[in-house]
């Protein structure tokens, strides 16, 4: 089956410095790979997704890459801010894709300094 | 989401109980996900259900049930606890008529549980 591997497991960044996340997995039928982000004391909120037809997509400050040749892909966020600072999911779906199953990394916490 | 409503927020209880956590969605979706977060595990599926008739077990359904009473509502038990069932409980839906690609997860914001 499919695993996703994450790291790193803590992040600590500078505030307005990039950050970058980065997942590999293992099932190269695996074809959309969806962001989390999770705040204390909530649930996981959708942040950015990607189809395995597509290199790279950007959402303001929040862009994800993916390499299929090498099963990974990666979260980079630039200029970061505060409230950027929570724990992220990577995960990764097999297409038949009709169960809509994720597998999900272990996560991520990120803390941006002031 | 506000749009996906876990009931109790915190739990507490004793070993060999019988617990039923309860999630309702207001957002029409068909489809609905019980997930399970332990530290450093990340998130793992329990079961999850494409309609009322339709249950399916996940990664971790051993200790677990679940009863889909309508679209709505889809809650999870646990028949006879154990500590090892200590975990961050989280449901999800997801709407089948966005299509295979655009069909993401939405999560409420959980059920922690604590069995002693």
């Known amino acids: 089956g499919e695993n996703v591997e994450q790291h790193p497991s803590t992040l600590s960044v500078q505030e307005g410095d990039s950050a970058v996340i980065k997942c590999t997995y293992s099932d190269s039928a695996s074809n959309y790979f969806p962001w989390y982000k999770q705040e204390l004391g909530k649930g996981p909120q959708l942040i950015i997704d990607?189809?395995?037809?597509?290199g790279e997509k950007k959402d303001q400050r929040i862009a994800v890459t993916l390499n299929k040749t090498a099963k990974h892909f990666s979260l980079h966020i630039t200029e970061t801010q505060p409230e950027d600072s929570a724990v992220y999911f990577c995960a990764a779906r097999r297409y038949g894709g009709a169960t809509n199953k994720l597998i999900f990394g272990t996560g991520t916490l990120l803390a941006v300094q002031p | 989401d506000a749009d996906v409503t876990q009931t109790p927020r915190n739990r507490i209880t004793k070993t060999g109980k019988r617990i039923m956590l309860e999630c309702s969605q207001t957002k029409g979706h068909d489809r609905m996900y019980w997930y399970r977060q332990d530290p450093g595990l990340g998130l793992r599926l329990i079961y999850y259900?494409?309609?009322?008739?339709?249950?399916n077990k996940g990664e971790i359904s051993d200790g677990y049930s679940v009863s889909r009473q309508a679209q709505a509502k889809f809650s999870l038990s646990l028949e006879s606890a154990i500590p090892n069932q200590t975990a961050l409980y989280f449901c999800?839906?997801?709407?089948?008529?966005?299509?295979?690609?655009?069909?993401?997860?939405?999560f409420g914001d959980g059920t922690r549980l604590s069995i002693l």
């Open positions: 999800a839906t997801s709407d089948s008529r966005q299509g295979v690609w655009n069909q993401p997860q939405h």
């Open positions: 990607i189809r395995s037809n597509v």
């Open positions: 259900s494409f309609d009322v008739k339709d249950i």
